[in-house]
T-cell receptor
Framework: GNSVTQMEGPVTLSEEAFLTINCTYTATGYPSLFWYVQYPGEGLQLLLKATKADDKGSNKGFEATYRKETTSFHLEKGSVQVSDSAVYFCAPGKLGGGADGLTFGKGTHLIIQP | DGGITQSPKYLFRKEGQNVTLSCEQNLNHDAMYWYRQDPGQGLRLIYYSQIVNDFQKGDIAEGYSVSREKKESFPLTVTSAQKNPTAFYLC????????????FGPGTRLTVL
């Protein structure tokens, strides 16, 4: 089955700093890759996704590129804001028609200080 | 507005009692999922359903049960057999394929007293 490794944090940065959250995965074939964000007390929201190799997902200033050679999907943002403080989850999907759920990393708690 | 609703947001239960968590979606999605979230452990899949009247066990199904009598509804029952039920429970839905985005509800926080 799939597995995911991501830095757990907490990761503490100052406002306007550059952000990288690493994510590597193991999977059969080339699954779709997702980043979700969770704000305190809420459910998960899709942040971005990429469906094939070399695709770049982007949203709200965040970016991640599907790297099949290194099986990685690192999340980046050039200038973080206090409102970006949340928990971020990397998740590869499943191939084919089997809708048996995503495989989630343990999440990276990001804290942005003013 | 289309989306997923979960109720209640907070739920308290005495030991030995069964409790049912509600999940409803109006996105016309075929697949629905239940996850459990514990601090520092990410999300773990409890049950999933690809079509009405069919569902499959996930990684941690013991002590839980589900039903899928309608496309838009996927309730989860936490039974007294679940040894450590205190957690945050998240419901999700998707079109149905492994490459599809899953959309999540706001979650239910269950506390066993």
């Amino acid at each position: 089955g799939n597995s995911v490794t991501q830095m757990e944090g907490p990761v503490t940065l100052s406002e306007e700093a550059f952000l990288t959250i690493n994510c590597t995965y193991t999977a059969t074939g080339y699954p779709s890759l997702f980043w979700y964000v969770q704000y305190p007390g809420e459910g998960l929201q899709l942040l971005l996704k990429a469906t094939k190799a070399d695709d770049k997902g982007s949203n709200k200033g965040f970016e991640a590129t599907y790297r099949k050679e290194t099986t990685s999907f690192h999340l980046e943002k050039g200038s973080v804001q206090v409102s970006d403080s949340a928990v971020y989850f990397c998740a590869p999907g499943k191939l084919g028609g089997g809708a048996d759920g995503l495989t989630f990393g343990k999440g990276t708690h990001l804290i942005i200080q003013p | 507005d289309g989306g997923i609703t979960q109720s209640p947001k907070y739920l308290f239960r005495k030991e030995g009692q069964n409790v049912t968590l509600s999940c409803e979606q109006n996105l016309n999605h075929d697949a629905m999922y239940w996850y459990r979230q514990d601090p520092g452990q990410g999300l773990r899949l409890i049950y999933y359903s690809q079509i009405v009247n069919d569902f499959q066990k996930g990684d941690i199904a013991e002590g839980y049960s589900v039903s899928r009598e309608k496309k838009e509804s996927f309730p989860l029952t936490v039974t007294s057999a679940q040894k450590n039920p205190t957690a945050f429970y998240l419901c999700a839905s998707s079109m149905g394929g492994g490459r599809d985005t899953q959309y999540f509800g706001p979650g239910t926080r269950l506390t066993v007293l």
